[in-house]
């Protein structure tokens, strides 16, 4: 595919070499390339899904996107530019690309190296999705969708083994209006969400989003997944029972006593049978993660999964915990402990299905994996991600890509160069051909300084750094 | 929502469902939240750094007129809208807050209205995408004298999209009307009549005035004050803004400008005979309740909202 490179293909299109599709998901796909000008760097593309039919640009979009523009951190992905197809007005987002997410390495432990993750690269990974998670939320910014599959791991190259926080296709500013989780067809997988979600709260604060990453930690601890409840399917958000019934056996029953708001909860209130009748054993967090109660990790982990939101840790005071002042200490390579002799794990990469263009039309031609250290052949289709064997998608000979190479006047739109880039492409984009001066810019370029200075200072603000740095780490 | 709920900012937490729709706004003050007073400087904050300005491209007077009457009415088409679909004012004041920063960078020529209505309708939607729950299709919005077909209307959007740079989380003043009333309210009693006047005020402003000059943080506190007492002279006002520790940061001068303002806009209205449609819907608000709608403030966000059900008849 990346030898299809035509000469009259769209400007933004042609500084890329696809290489083909690595996810397919409600939102849309995603497609892994190459920047041709430096063929070291690796962008993964996500394209939107065409929203339906008279509804414009899709709301997600627009907030993913806006969101994107405002924050800018380490552990956060990075948005490199957006990109607009105007023939068929579908978006295109171009992010670094990350090899690694920690759906794929719990199950490389579980499934193929039958063996936990070490201590290091669990801490070094829980403190920067807590670093990352610090920042959004001290820009107000709730995420509402953490699950593994959303935690990426950068792979070879300057930023090995840094966490990055992804999606945010459900992420808002605190005080937007909250459409229903299951909204657009979205659906949130239901063992990462808090229980105040779970019991119908109709306010609900960032604390959510500690929830998940207790859950998260849990599940790097044990490599299964904490409260895999059985989601019940139906609209809009049902009451899920059984994800209740699979936390309350590890946690114990919640009690007015230690969560006073509880008694206002809806379904609280509604379902006295099975959610306050029950009466659950003994709680046993410390069994189901094998770790000692006295022991920091323990602790930390229990706070996150505390039940009243109130009470819960925020990041910032988990980042504070001494769990992550104590040996190993985490470091900024998350994959590659600092103590020479120590066994590191080689992940496989990506599967690419090398057969889909940046439209999802599928070619005939042959397959090819790309390849790299142990590749798990096959069998990779998990979640989020779209294995190469089942490409249940039809078969155009001519599809997407010459059709493509007929869309000159997509007008890239250069987060670098902001204001500029998005007047270029005006022409372009001119519906019904308006005749429009080009107005005068507000100096975007003193623009983005300040505003990456102002984030910048956030940043600054209360974020530790790495604990107790040490140079050997960097 | 607990009838004795005392007054914080809403605003730190998210709200799934319209029920605090149906019940009256009943303003008791209570001690604001430091975490609310931390959250209204950042969202200050955040104002400065989306800093555009505007900037006159054009100053041949007759092109003047003709741009501020077609913005009249694009602002009076947005307005009816919202009220046909009952999206909040917030909304609409968001929307009109696009098309001024739109109009800042590119320039609509004279004479094309069918662009700046088209403009309206892209900006209207884009808003209610940011801020509502339920948002109607494109084909939904009946501009007055044009039919746009859905996808004309889409590439539109893309095109405010791109001219604002993807920047679409404006804060409006709505954000800090509580948060301002709760603060000098200890020498005004704070109820609804003042805060629906308030809320007129700001969407009086919007319809005359480029919102680029004055950022919202201003016209919020210029509103509630001139809600609360419209003689202030400089130094009164000077002197019961002093106490509300989250204006530090936004000039004293600025504020005052924007009171009078604000208070030469509603003189030259009552001084005009005729009722425009802000007028009875300032109305509407005072009596509680009529033409069979449930017309009530809301305590998130001060605003009113028709049921939706009520659309299709309307339509």
């Given at each position: 595919m990346s030898n299809r490179s035509g000469s009259n293909r769209p400007e933004w299109l042609q500084q890329y070499d696809l290489i083909g599709k690595i996810g397919e998901g409600t939102y849309g796909l995603v497609f892994l390339a190459k920047i041709k000008s430096n063929r070291s760097k690796s962008i993964a593309i996500k394209k939107f899904k065409?929203?339906?039919?008279?509804?414009?640009?899709?709301p997600t979009a627009i907030r993913e996107i806006m969101l994107l523009r405002e924050i800018s951190h380490e552990n956060v992905v990075k948005l490199v530019n957006v990109h607009i197809n105007?023939?068929?007005m579908s978006l295109y987002l171009a992010f670094d690309y990350a090899e690694h997410d920690l759906y794929e390495i719990i199950r490389h432990h579980r499934d193929k190296v039958n063996q936990a993750i070490n201590q290091y690269t669990v801490k070094s990974i829980l403190w920067q999705l807590l670093n990352g998670l610090n920042y959004l939320h001290s820009n107000?910014?709730?995420?509402?969708?953490?699950k593994p599959s959303n935690i990426l791991v950068m792979g070879?190259?300057?930023?090995?083994g840094v966490v990055k926080i992804a999606?945010?296709?459900?992420?808002?500013?605190?005080q937007a209006p909250l459409k229903p989780?299951?909204?657009?067809?979205?659906v949130v997988t239901?063992?990462?969400?808090?229980p105040e979600l779970l019991l119908g709260a109709k306010h609900y604060t960032s604390a959510v989003d500690m929830w998940a990453v207790g859950c998260i930690f849990a599940e790097l601890l044990?490599?299964?997944?904490?409260f895999q409840g059985q989601e019940v399917k139906?609209?809009?958000?049902?009451?899920?029972l059984d994800q209740l019934d699979k936390i309350f056996k590890v946690l114990g029953h919640p009690t007015v006593d230690k969560w006073?708001?509880?008694?206002?909860?809806p379904h609280w209130q509604s379902d006295q049978q099975h959610i306050q009748g029950h009466k659950y054993d003994s709680p046993g967090l410390y069994s189901v993660v094998h770790?000692?109660?006295?022991?920091s990790a323990y602790d930390l982990l229990s706070k996150m999964l505390e039940y009243d939101p109130r009470k819960r840790l925020t990041a910032a005071q988990a980042l504070d915990h001494e769990y992550f002042r104590m040996e190993p200490l985490p470091g900024?390579?998350?994959?590659?402990?600092?103590?020479?002799g120590e066994k590191i794990v080689n992940y496989p990469t990506r599967p690419v299905d090398?057969?889909?263009d940046f439209e999802g039309t599928t070619s005939l031609q042959p397959a090819q994996q790309q390849a790299s250290g142990n590749q798990m052949s096959g069998?990779?289709?998990g979640a989020h991600i779209m294995g190469?064997?089942?490409?249940p998608r039809p078969v155009h000979m001519v599809g997407g890509m010459q059709r493509m190479?007929?869309?000159?006047?997509?007008a890239a739109y250069n987060l670098a160069s902001q204001a500029a880039a998005g007047m270029s492409g005006g022409a372009a984009m001119n519906p019904g051909n308006i005749p429009m001066q080009r107005g005068v810019a507000a100096q975007p370029h003193q623009q983005q300084q300040q505003q990456q200075q102002q984030l910048r200072r956030k940043d600054g603000m209360g974020m530790p750094g790495y604990p107790q740095q040490k140079s050997r780490r960097f | 929502m607990d009838p004795d709920a005392t007054f914080t900012l809403p605003s730190l937490l998210c709200e799934?469902?319209?029920?605090?729709?149906?019940?009256?706004?009943k303003i008791k003050v209570s001690q604001p939240r430091s975490d609310d007073d931390q959250y209204i400087r950042s969202l200050i904050e955040r104002e400065t750094q989306s800093n555009d300005s505007s900037c006159?491209?054009?100053?041949d007077e007759s092109t003047k007129n003709w741009f501020k009457c077609a913005r009249l009415d694009a602002v009076n088409w947005i307005f009816s809208t919202r009220e046909i679909w009952g999206f909040h004012f917030r909304t609409a004041y968001l929307s009109l807050t696009y098309f001024d920063r739109f109009n800042s960078r590119r320039v609509i020529d004279d004479g094309k209205e069918w662009a700046i209505e088209l403009l309206g309708i892209a900006c209207l939607s884009l808003a209610a995408k940011m801020e509502e729950q339920i948002v109607p299709s494109?084909?939904?919005?009946?501009?007055q004298g044009y039919i746009f077909e859905s996808s004309v209307i889409q590439r539109m959007e893309l095109m405010v999209l791109t001219t604002l740079e993807w920047k679409m989380c404006g804060i409006t003043p709505f954000a800090y009307l509580h948060h301002f009333f709760s603060k000098i309210s200890d020498e005004c009693d704070c109820n609804e009549v003042l805060v629906s006047k308030a809320i007129g005020f700001v969407l009086d402003f919007s319809k005359e005035?480029?919102?680029?000059?004055?950022r919202p943080s201003v016209v919020a506190i210029a509103a509630v004050l001139l809600a609360c007492d419209?003689?202030?002279?400089r130094n009164t006002l000077e002197c019961k803004i002093g106490?509300?520790?989250?204006?530090?940061?936004?000039e004293k001068e600025c504020i005052y400008n924007c009171y009078i303002l604000l208070k030469e806009l509603e003189t030259k209205k009552n001084n005009t005979p005729d009722l425009n449609s802000f007028d009875l819907l300032r109305n509407n608000w005072s009596k509680s309740?009529?033409?069979?709608?449930?017309r009530k403030l809301t305590y998130n966000g001060f605003e009113q909202k028709c049921p939706v059900q009520k659309i299709s008849r309307r339509l």
């Open positions: 065409q929203s339906k039919d008279g509804d414009g640009v899709s105007h023939i068929d107000w910014i709730m995420h509402r969708d953490l070879d190259g300057e930023e090995q999606d945010f296709g459900l992420a808002r500013i605190y989780l299951s909204d657009n067809g979205v239901i063992w990462y969400r808090a044990t490599l299964k997944p904490l139906a609209t809009p958000n049902p009451f899920q006073p708001t509880l008694a206002h909860l770790l000692p109660p006295k022991n900024r390579n998350a994959l590659v402990p600092p103590q020479p090398t057969n889909t069998g990779m289709a190469t064997r089942n490409v190479q007929q869309q000159q006047n997509m | 799934e469902d319209d029920s605090s729709l149906d019940h009256q706004v006159v491209i054009c100053d494109l084909s939904h919005f009946k501009a005035v480029n919102l680029m000059d004055h419209d003689q202030l002279t106490v509300v520790s989250s204006l530090y940061s936004l309740s009529n033409i069979g709608i449930k």
